[in-house]
C-alpha cells in the first residue's frame, strides 16, 4: 500500500465529519462611496438551520466557479431587494427605479447551471427562485401586481418587517412532487415580499405549489440528478418557529450531507498516485 492510499480513508472520513459546506452568493452594495459584498444573517442563520456551513461568494468567473463547486456540499440562493435584470430574458427595463444588480446575474446564472449539471443540491429563495427560472431559459413578470388576474404580492410598504413578513396568503402545493415530500399535501401560508415572478416556467423545470391567483410560488429542475427546490416566498423568515421552513431547511441540509458523503466515497474510490 503506497503512502497516498494509506492517507486516503482518513482524509475521506475528515471531508465528511465536518458540516456541509454551503455556498451563498453575495449581493452588491455601495456605501457611501464604497462598494461592499454582502449577504443578510437570515440566510446564514437559515444554513446553519439546515446543519451547514455557509460559505459566502462575492463573485466568480467561469474557473472559479469550478473550483467553489468542487469544494461546495450545497448551494442556497438568497433573496435581493435587487431583481435579475431583464435582458437576461428579452426585456428591456420596466422601472428603471428598482434596484438590478448585474453583478451578481453574470455570475449567479452560470453558477445554477453547473451546479444543477453536477448534482449540487440547490435551494432557491425569492430572487433565487426567479434566477434559476431565468438560468434555465424562462421569464419573469416585471410588475405581478400590473398584470391582468393577478394579485399584488408586495410587502405593505413603509412597515416593519415584522408586518412585512406576516402571512400573506396560502399556497397550495402541486400532488406528487418535490415540496409534497417535504412538507406534506394541502395547503399552508406563506408571506409575500415580491413585486416580480415567474411568467414562462424555463423547460425542464415543475410546478410544486401556486398562489391563489395562479401565480407559481415553487418549482423544482426535474432531470437535475441532486436535490432541487426554490420558492418564492421567504422560509428563512423565523425559519425555526415555521414547520413548514424547517421541513425545507432539513431536507435541503440532508441532501448537502448526502452531497458530501458521496463526492467522499467517489474520492475514495478514484485511483491515487
Known amino acids: 500500500m503506497t503512502e497516498a492510499n494509506a492517507l486516503a480513508p482518513a482524509a475521506s472520513s475528515s471531508?465528511?465529519?465536518?458540516?456541509?459546506?454551503v455556498l451563498v452568493p453575495a449581493c452588491n452594495r455601495?456605501?457611501?462611496?464604497?462598494?461592499?459584498?454582502i449577504a443578510g444573517k437570515k440566510y446564514l442563520d437559515a444554513v446553519r438551520l439546515a446543519g451547514g456551513m455557509p460559505l459566502i461568494v462575492p463573485s466568480a468567473d467561469a474557473e472559479e466557479v469550478e473550483v467553489l463547486l468542487d469544494m461546495a456540499d450545497g448551494v442556497l440562493l438568497t433573496g435581493s431587494p435587487s431583481n435579475v435584470h431583464p435582458s437576461h430574458f428579452g426585456e428591456e427595463v420596466h422601472n428603471p427605479a428598482l434596484p438590478l444588480d448585474p453583478v451578481r446575474d453574470s455570475w449567479t446564472l452560470p453558477l445554477i447551471r453547473r451546479a444543477l449539471a453536477r448534482g449540487v443540491p440547490l435551494f432557491g429563495i425569492c430572487r433565487g427562485t426567479q434566477e434559476t427560472n431565468v438560468a434555465l431559459g424562462g421569464s419573469l413578470y416585471q410588475a405581478v401586481q400590473e398584470v391582468e388576474g393577478h394579485d399584488d404580492h408586495r410587502a405593505p410598504e413603509g412597515q416593519?418587517?415584522?408586518?412585512?413578513y406576516a402571512p400573506a396568503h396560502p399556497v397550495q402545493v402541486v400532488p406528487g412532487g418535490v415540496l409534497e415530500r417535504v412538507v406534506g399535501a394541502g395547503s399552508f401560508q406563506v408571506n409575500s415580499v415580491h413585486g416580480q415572478a415567474v411568467k414562462q416556467l424555463a423547460p425542464g423545470l415543475q410546478v410544486e405549489a401556486r398562489a391563489p391567483d395562479g401565480l407559481v410560488e415553487a418549482f423544482s429542475v426535474t432531470n437535475a440528478p441532486g436535490f432541487s427546490l426554490c420558492v418564492q416566498w421567504h422560509?428563512?423568515?423565523l425559519a425555526a418557529d415555521n414547520p413548514q421552513s424547517?421541513?425545507?431547511l432539513t431536507a435541503f441540509g440532508q441532501a448537502c450531507r448526502a452531497y458530501q458523503v458521496s463526492k467522499a466515497?467517489?474520492?475514495?474510490?478514484?485511483p491515487h498516485r
Not at 471531508?15 to 459546506?21: A, G, N, Y
Not at 416593519?160 to 412585512?164: I, N
Not at 466515497?265 to 478514484?270: L, V
Open 235 to 237: 422560509p428563512e423568515w
Open 246 to 248: 424547517v421541513a425545507m
Open 30 to 37: 455601495v456605501l457611501g462611496e464604497h462598494p461592499f459584498y
Open 265 to 270: 466515497q467517489e474520492s475514495h474510490r478514484a
Open 15 to 21: 471531508s465528511t465529519s465536518r458540516k456541509p459546506l
Open 160 to 164: 416593519p418587517a415584522a408586518v412585512q
